[in-house]
């Protein structure tokens, strides 16, 4: 399976503090992607990294990617109290998109 | 409208009895994904549309789910004889690029169809 699993399951941290979630996979990709999940709400997407990208940015978020090790790791940093949600890694490659557990982010005011 | 809309937003059904949840894509998308997501928990894949290609139906957990996609466009995912254990958030996804030559792009979902089986 090429499911992604995210690491830790849950992240508490304080408002301004940098937050970093951990993603690894089983089979070789084309990419990687990151969405975001609020409480009871559809995922919104937030970053593609392809198989030969190593590292990404948008805003405040860092994306990068390790094929080797089959990882991927998402940065937040200077999180807000708005940060806090369910933040899940997907694997695409010639097949479906899959879906991690998600890592639940809570940031603290 | 501008993004994927799914109804019902909730749906209460007894054990036993069909249910039907329904999505509408983004126009022009050629893509379409069909996910389950437990209560505090990751994705199953369900389904995937593409195009006039036959869909891939790998996901469905048992021939009492099937779903259909017509025109290209809107989808029913259906559920007959409904059971406990399929009490979850249905999530339809859509996304302008599939999979044909290994490019997964990105996905548009909508906020569920919430199935509570009692």
């Known amino acids: 399976s090429q499911q992604g699993e995210e690491d830790p399951q849950a992240l508490s941290i304080q408002e301004g503090e940098n937050a970093t979630m951990n993603c690894s996979y089983k089979t070789s990709i084309n990419n ?4 975001r999940q609020n409480s ?3 995922l919104v997407h937030l970053i593609l990294i392809r198989s030969n990208e190593r590292e990404k940015h948008s805003g405040r978020l860092r994306v990068t990617l390790d094929t080797s ?3 991927s790791s998402l940065l937040i940093t200077a999180s ?3 940060d806090t949600a369910s ?3 997907a694997t ?3 097949e479906k998109l899959v879906f991690g557990k998600g890592t639940k982010l809570t940031v603290n005011p | 409208g501008a993004g994927v809309s799914q109804s019902p937003s909730n749906k209460v059904t007894e054990k036993g009895k069909d249910v039907e949840l329904r999505c ?3 126009s022009g998308h050629t893509a379409l994904y069909w996910y389950r997501q437990s209560l505090g928990q990751g994705l199953e894949f369900l389904i995937y549309f593409q195009g006039n290609s036959a869909p891939d139906k790998s996901g469905l957990p048992s021939d009492r789910f099937s779903a259909e996609r017509t025109g290209g466009s809107v989808s029913t995912l259906t559920i007959q004889r409904t059971q406990q254990e399929d009490s979850a958030v249905y999530l339809c996804a859509s996304s302008p690029i599939g999979l044909a030559g290994g490019r997964a792009g990105e996905l548009f979902f909508g906020e569920g169809s919430r199935l509570t089986v009692l």
């Open chain 1, 87 to 89: 933040y899940f890694c």
């Open chain 1, 32 to 35: 990687l992607q990151w969405y």
């Open chain 1, 80 to 82: 807000r109290a708005a």
């Open chain 2, 24 to 26: 509408d894509p983004i």
């Open chain 1, 69 to 71: 090790k089959k990882s």
């Open chain 1, 40 to 42: 009871g709400r559809g």
């Open chain 1, 92 to 94: 695409g490659g010639s």
